[in-house]
């Protein structure tokens, strides 16, 4: 269930989910701090069998909502964690009233985990506001859902079709064309993007694409291509 992609950091992939007919695969990252607590990234459905995993590692004390669309399974983790803290992007304490928050995220780390894992915010999207980590000791950065990538034959029918067009199934991993629409202010993302790419990053995990293993930085830098351009 649990699969170590580098020195404290695992990912546990979960059942399927459907937007608007669409399926998407669910994916959650597990981050062990010094302190030996767990820094939980978009949590999924949280089977007994993955519940059993992380209480092997060490104690929820994180509960990490990334963005304003990846928040579905959150209140279980909170249920089945409560002395967990709970951060999220600002806009989805609106979104989701009837759970939980703490903390907002911000585009500079929490305190709690600051110096081991360092964030930025991308804003100016009117899809959603997405906060990108980086993972130093495994030099990982983590992206939601501005980066993405599919098989061909994942998407059927007419939907593969759609796919194609929001570049989902592009020859690499890049940013669907959807989200680069909906840049409002492309400057803001500009700024943002440079200082991820100014990460020292090897790996790349993201919620709905393969985990990349090294040469993170060149696979940002090439998703971003058309963003970077002035």
């Known amino acids: 269930m649990l699969?170590?992609?580098?020195k404290e950091i695992w990912t546990a992939?979960?059942?399927s989910v459907s937007v608007a007919g669409f399926?998407?695969?669910?994916?959650?990252?597990?981050?062990r701090l010094s302190d030996?607590?767990?820094?939980v990234w978009s949590p999924i459905a949280l089977s007994s069998e993955l519940k059993i995993a992380i209480d092997g590692l060490g104690p929820v004390r994180h509960i990490v909502a990334p963005n304003t669309l990846h928040h579905m399974f959150v209140g279980e983790w909170q249920s089945a964690y409560p002395a967990a803290k709970s951060y999220a992007v600002p806009a989805l304490r609106a979104k989701r009233p009837d759970l939980k928050w703490d903390h907002d995220?911000?585009?500079a780390p929490a305190k709690e985990w600051s110096g081991e894992v360092d964030q930025i915010m991308v804003e100016g999207n009117s899809i959603t506001t997405e906060v990108v980590f980086f993972h130093r000791q495994s030099r990982t950065a983590i992206f939601?859902?501005?980066?993405?990538?599919?098989?061909p034959g994942w998407f059927r029918g007419w939907r593969s079709i759609v796919a194609k067009l929001d570049l989902l199934t592009a020859t690499a991993?890049?940013?669907p064309r959807k989200f680069r629409m909906s840049f409002r202010n492309r400057e803001i993302a500009r700024t943002s993007v440079q200082r991820i790419i100014a990460w020292p990053t090897l790996g790349v995990l993201t919620a709905h694409c393969a985990p990349i293993t090294h040469d993170g930085r060149d696979a940002i830098t090439h998703a971003f291509e058309w963003l970077l351009r002035k």
């Open 3 to 6: 699969r170590q992609f580098g």
């Open 13 to 15: 992939d979960g059942p």
């Open 23 to 31: 399926v998407f695969p669910t994916r959650t990252i597990v981050i």
């Open 36 to 39: 030996a607590s767990l820094f």
């Open 105 to 107: 995220l911000k585009d």
């Open 144 to 151: 939601t859902d501005l980066i993405q990538h599919f098989e």
């Open 173 to 175: 991993p890049t940013v």
